[in-house]
């Protein structure tokens, strides 16, 4: 069950959350069990045996938990460890049997040339974000971080249904202190906030990321046919399909905010306008923010202070100060960012292309990296560094982003390369037949037309064009959700001052020019409901 769907808005959502207040009269107990009976349900909806595979892998997590907690009370850290690696390995087994079985035979068809058959497994929703959240909580039980914990309790973290599908990635320890201070009466703030956020994300998703996808596929569709794309339909494509998914999911997650905040509870933020960023670096710290806190935490830091003791042991030198050397750059930051950003390509989709998206963005990472280490070197003062750089930054980030992108959309490596030789030129430069005839006397190398069919109706063209002209504009010159419900705290740390840099001064607040703003807002994305919907994340 999506949240897009009319059996979720109309049905499942108002019956879970009258009956979450109704219970809430009677019983804590009774609220927490009906959430966790809800997301039992939503779970199952699309196939119910999903809750059977589902239901070992908690089963065994809170054991394994629960082992850990033991041995943290006895002081012995060594079977602690071993636990821990036990339930590590555990986890990435079970998602691994469901997204890769696949991926590494084909692999192994494909390198040694054998003939290993290929069998349908039928992904489980949400698998990767899941396990990523078992994950997390092993550890933070094997840290101390996390003390005592029921099995409800652990139950209610995995399973609570606004973030079972597509995150945001949480952790115990942020959310479960929420729930035990709710006071599960019904609360009229809570319930306009929540209301807002879950609106504007259904318009996110529903009106504008909708919109734009159908005129993107056909142009990937072609490069996967093996039609060469030229410059413009290229970009187009790219830059469109970035546009897409930024609004796909971060519609989603405005609509898994705003459910949860319905009950009292705040998730973590997960988007901070990210296509306003001007370093790849900043991209990467607004963009999938939970994911990013879950890979820095768990997967870079651990490695870079491991490579960090190991070179200092042998008499190295670490990575601090401006006269770090050029080994112990590669050996202790582009290692664990490329290893760190390859996981994180792995864990998208299970494909050549998402572990190239991940290496990709690991290099685009680790060249940052290092212009911030020489760039304000080459100028006289910070303030022409940031002048110069900011603008152009920007530009730059656009461009690697909307480019590694292609590598994410498109469904195969030959795809992906004819889109990519297309943007930088060497599909040659066409443009719609029918603007031919305004182009006047330009240079002739800019009617060499490469295929014949890309954008070849103007209207597709123009309305490609108008759609990337105002959704870039929503996503880099409005403020964002989060920004204009700051003073209500819309996510956890968010508050009051909002973010100045993308226009603070729309400011959302319980008024009747609100309620009317908002009912229009709801009222398109009602409409748009059932229409051709794709959620890009809906099985990772």
Known sequence: MLFTSYEFVFVFLPVTLGAFFLLGARSRTWKLTWLIVASLFFYGWWRPINVLILAPSVLTNFGLARALQRLNRLQRPEAARI??????????????????????????????????????????????????QKIAFLIDVHARRVIAFTFS???????????????PIVHYREMMPQFHRASWAFDRENAAVGLTLFVVGLFKKVVLADSIGPLVAPLYGQAASGAALTLLPAWMAAVGFTLQIYFDFSGYTDMAMGIARFVGVRFPPNFTSPLRASSIIDFWLRWHMTLTRFLTAYIYNPLALWLTRRRMARGGAGLGGQKATLGAFVGLLVVPTLLTMLVSGLWHGAGYLFVLWGLVNGVFLTVNHAWRRVGPRLWPDRAS?????????FLMTFACVASA??????????????MLKGMIGLNGVNLP?????????????????????????????????????????????????????????????????????????????????????????????????????????WQF
Request: hydrophobic letters at 55%; proline letters at 6%.
């Open 385 to 393: 560094y940031v002048r110069f750089m900011t603008p152009l930054g």
């Open 153 to 167: 309790d652990y139950c209610l973290f995995v399973l609570f249904f606004p973030q079972l599908i597509a995150g």
């Open 83 to 132: 636990v821990l690696l036990i339930g590590i390995a555990f986890n990435i087994a079970f998602l691994g049997y469901f997204k890769y079985t696949n991926f590494f035979r084909g692999t192994v068809n494909d390198v040694f040339g054998t003939g290993l058959v290929l069998r349908q497994i039928i992904l489980p929703l949400g698998i990767s974000f899941i396990t990523f």
């Open 405 to 418: 992108m292609v590598l994410f959309r498109s469904t195969t490596v030959p795809a992906a390369v004819i």
């Open 433 to 537: 037949p029918v603007l031919y005839d305004r182009l006047g006397h330009l240079p002739v190398w800019l009617r060499r037309a490469a295929g014949n069919q890309e954008l070849a109706q103007y209207g597709e063209a123009k309305m490609l064009t108008m759609w990337i002209l105002v959704l870039g504009f929503v996503a880099t010159a409005l403020p964002n959700t989060l920004e204009v419900l700051a003073r209500y705290e819309p996510a956890l740390g968010i508050k009051a001052p909002p973010i100045r840099d993308g226009g603070g001064k729309i400011l959302w607040r319980p008024s009747v020019a609100w309620a009317i703003a908002i009912s229009l807002i709801a009222t398109l994305g009602i409409v748009n409901l059932g229409g051709r919907s794709e959620f890009l994340y």
